[in-house]
């Protein structure tokens, strides 16, 4: 990822964090308390209610972009990848997220294809970078996300159909997020990491190369902390 500090830094790239959430009929409720010595029953409505949602946060700016979809798969990932370019218009994009299937094969790899047609690495359209395998706390989406569910928990009392557990969810889709809610999903040090090289386009990073990487390269990681910190100021 350092080979595109210049563009994200003079704003002809932008970068994004993605994935996708999956809200549940029954998210508003984790657990409950009752007298132990009465019987108590509870009535459940398992009418499969779920609603998924992408997700994109800007890591410059903290800005969260939200749309709803039927499901998560290729085509409705290749629907966001639209919305993201129409929103960036000229710009490229830098995409980092997990290793789903459907966020490099099928589908998305036609977009890719189609998108990047003729042009260098460099001047890409599009470009994705995944996660390490099985390593969900590399992305600070997560941590919005599970705001988002809090507040659905929070107002649980009061949501009386499934259409109010997705108003509640879906006040993320208006906060623009610090560089602190970021340090507090992912950790300062970590995040700056993974923003300027862990990440890896041929998915072999593993954990212990993340703490070898900020030993070794502490300007990298400086750099990325730097330049996170003055973004959020001059939005903030």
Same mark, same amino acid.
């Given at each position: 990822?350092? #080979? ?8 002809d ?20 308390? =009752?007298?132990?010595? #009465? ?7 398992? *009418?499969?209610? +779920? ?10 700016t ?14 409705? !990932?290749?629907?966001?990848?639209? +919305?993201l ?44 970078? +995944? ?5 969900s706390? #590399?992305n ?5 996300? #599970?705001?988002? @569910?809090q ?8 949501? +009386? ?8 969810f879906?006040?993320? @889709? ?25 990440v890896?386009?041929?998915n ?6 993340? !703490?070898?990487?900020?030993?070794e390269?502490? *300007?990298?990681?400086?750099?990325g !902390?730097?330049?996170?910190?003055? =973004?959020?100021? @001059?939005?903030?």
């Amino acid at each position: 990822m350092i #080979q595109h500090k210049d563009r994200i830094a003079s704003g002809d790239m932008i970068v994004y964090f993605v994935d996708e959430c999956h809200v549940l009929g029954d998210t508003a409720v984790g657990y409950g308390w =009752a007298p132990s010595d #009465q019987r108590v029953t509870v009535l459940v409505n398992n *009418n499969h209610d +779920r609603q998924t949602y992408f997700g994109a946060l800007q890591m410059l700016t903290g800005e969260f972009v939200l749309a709803e979809y039927p499901t998560a798969n290729g085509d409705t !990932t290749v629907a966001f990848m639209h +919305r993201l370019r129409k929103k960036h218009p000229g710009k490229q994009l830098l995409i980092l997220w997990d290793n789903v299937s459907y966020h490099y094969q099928g589908d998305m790899k036609e977009f890719l294809l189609d998108v990047n047609a003729f042009l260098e690495p460099d001047a890409w359209s599009v470009t994705c970078m +995944r996660f390490a395998p099985y390593a969900s706390e #590399q992305n600070p989406i997560e941590h919005v996300w #599970q705001i988002g @569910k809090q507040y659905v928990r929070a107002l649980f009392h009061s949501l +009386r159909t499934f259409s109010d557990i997705k108003g509640a969810f879906e006040r993320i @889709k208006d906060m623009r997020f610090t560089f602190g809610d970021l340090v507090v999903s992912s950790g300062l040090r970590h995040l700056s990491a993974i923003m300027f090289g862990v990440v890896s386009d041929d998915n072999q990073m593993e954990h212990r190369e993340t !703490t070898q990487l900020i030993r070794e390269r502490p *300007n990298l990681i400086r750099f990325g !902390t730097e330049l996170a910190e003055e =973004a959020f100021q @001059k939005v903030g």
